[in-house]
């Protein structure tokens, strides 16, 4: 097998050990000791290919290759490098290490850019410590503010700069940044889905990323004695709850066109076997194409709020997270289209259903996504794979990509 697989397997297998579930998959929490030990992986690498190393004031990691132009704004290539509980190795990882690969390329071939190049790292994207997710490049490009930042805390009431202090990080460095430093972003990432693999298809050339929404739905009651409380005289937090939830399939089914909805995070309180549920917290993940489909769904999920909130319930919804949907760069997109046939690597165009980064970078910035393969279509569980030598074929594109992007020439 050729040496780049074999460096792209060494990352993935390396950077799947730091995790706080081994054996269940990958955990990896936004500044927990596991982030710390992939990070000092991502940051070795970078050094080793010739990168100078810098973190931002919400440790996003960046790797820069100068440009011979003074102050030109950098092409950025990476992902994110948390995980959600008990995921997989690739999601996030594969396009880190398809950054850290294509800054080794130009090194191996004595390339240098006249617009820097920058491998970036990227933290928080899924959300599983702090909730909403996306947010090392929300906080860059400013849909987070500083204030925001510094608020959000994990469930065990640790804020961002408390547990970033934890793992040596330091909050007072910057966190937005001017987007005139950024000439565009490209980040390559597994599809999560079947389409690649059921069409034998190695590369998906992403067009758009549907738009989403994450709500946290607090349902207040009485906690009471399960024994002695008679069924007409109780206000039970959990069984409202999932008399919601189960409601919620129908709202996205009514709405059509690929309209989704999801509730992954339930919490019970006080959880005790013999207590009637005072309080429960559930999020609420929709997701769809066209922003109305959204919209509805939430004006539904609005309208059923206030018909639970009846007989001693009180039900809260606090929106974490409201991204629209969004189309990649079409120049970027062309580029990688012909690159690829240039490559004679097969591609398909693709939508994704997934949220990533690179939907907040649209905002600032050209950006362009490849997807590869994923097994059986699974993802953001332990059973996630993909194959090393449809990530080598992204690098591929995508160093060809960046060289002209860069404006790279040999300087040998
Ligand atoms: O939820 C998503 O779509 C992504 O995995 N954060
Ligand atoms: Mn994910
Ligand atoms: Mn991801």
Redesign the pocket.
Known sequence: METLQLRIEEHINKLSHFTATPGKGTTRLTYSKEDRLARNYIIEKMKEYGLAVSEDGMGNIFGRLEGTLKDAPSVLIGS?FDS?PNGGSY?GPAGVVAGLEVAALFAENQLTPKYPLEIIALIE???ARFGG??MGSRGMTGLLSEDDFKNLKDQNGISTEEAMVKIGLDSSLPKKRDPKTIKAFLEMHIE?GPILEEKDIPIGVVEAIVG?TQFEVTVEGQAGHAGTTPMDRRSDALVTAAKMIAQFPGLAIEEGEGTVITTGQLNVFPNGANVIPKKTVFTV?I?SGKEEHIENVIRKLNELIELSSTNGIKITAEQQLYMQPKAMNQEIVALMKQISSELETPYCSIN?????DAMVFSDVTAVGMLFIPSKDGL??CPEEWSDAKHIANAIQIFYETAKKLTEASSND
């Not at 994704?352 to 990533?356: I, L, P």
Request: aromatic share 0%; charged share 25%; glycine share 22%.
């Open positions: 994110h959600v999601d994207e899924e959300g997710g996306l999560q989403l993940d997701r994704s259903g997934a949220g990533h993802s953001h």
